[in-house]
């Protein structure tokens, strides 16, 4: 039994990027989702989709890379745990790397980016940081 969808999510993410894999495939949800939404929109991934399969649909993340085959996903880490939840206010959210890179937060408006967050005067659960 999986305790930590996100952690999961994550890890596959950093194995396949580790591996220089093309793209990586995990059960999707509507967090997952949003999850792939907000990488793609900051330009971390290619691409994502939802593949049918037989017992659970799948979410295909299309990883990015250099011209020079470097990652652009250097690290992911998971932020808030199941065990210890990390809540913030949009005034409280920082840049990361001085902008270089990024958290992801889940909000009542949904999943996004910390830049998002604090142009829409929103906080929440941090769900992990990306650079």
């Given at each position: 039994m999986?305790?930590?969808p996100?952690?999961?999510?994550?890890?596959?993410?950093?194995?396949?990027v580790?591996?220089?894999?093309p793209?990586?495939?995990?059960?999707?949800?509507?967090?997952?989702?949003?999850?792939?939404?907000?990488?793609?929109?900051?330009?971390?991934?290619?691409?994502?989709?939802?593949?049918?399969?037989?017992?659970?649909?799948?979410?295909?993340?299309?990883?990015?890379?250099?011209?020079?085959?470097?990652?652009?996903?250097?690290?992911?880490?998971?932020?808030?745990?199941?065990?210890?939840?990390?809540?913030t206010?949009?005034?409280?959210?920082?840049?990361?790397?001085?902008?270089?890179?990024?958290?992801?937060?889940?909000?009542?408006?949904?999943?996004?980016?910390?830049?998002?967050?604090?142009?829409?005067?929103?906080?929440?659960?941090?769900?992990?940081?990306?650079?």
């Amino acid at each position: 039994m999986m305790t930590d969808p996100i952690a999961d999510m994550l890890t596959r993410i950093r194995n396949a990027v580790g591996v220089e894999r093309p793209y990586v495939d995990m059960p999707i949800s509507k967090v997952k989702r949003g999850l792939a939404d907000v990488l793609k929109r900051e330009g971390y991934i290619w691409d994502w989709q939802e593949m049918e399969a037989a017992p659970v649909t799948q979410l295909r993340i299309e990883l990015k890379y250099g011209p020079n085959g470097e990652r652009v996903i250097q690290r992911i880490r998971r932020i808030s745990k199941p065990g210890r939840r990390i809540y913030t206010k949009a005034k409280d959210l920082r840049p990361i790397l001085d902008g270089l890179g990024i958290s992801i937060i889940s909000t009542s408006r949904g999943v996004v980016s910390d830049r998002e967050a604090r142009q829409r005067n929103l906080g929440g659960e941090v769900l992990c940081e990306v650079w």
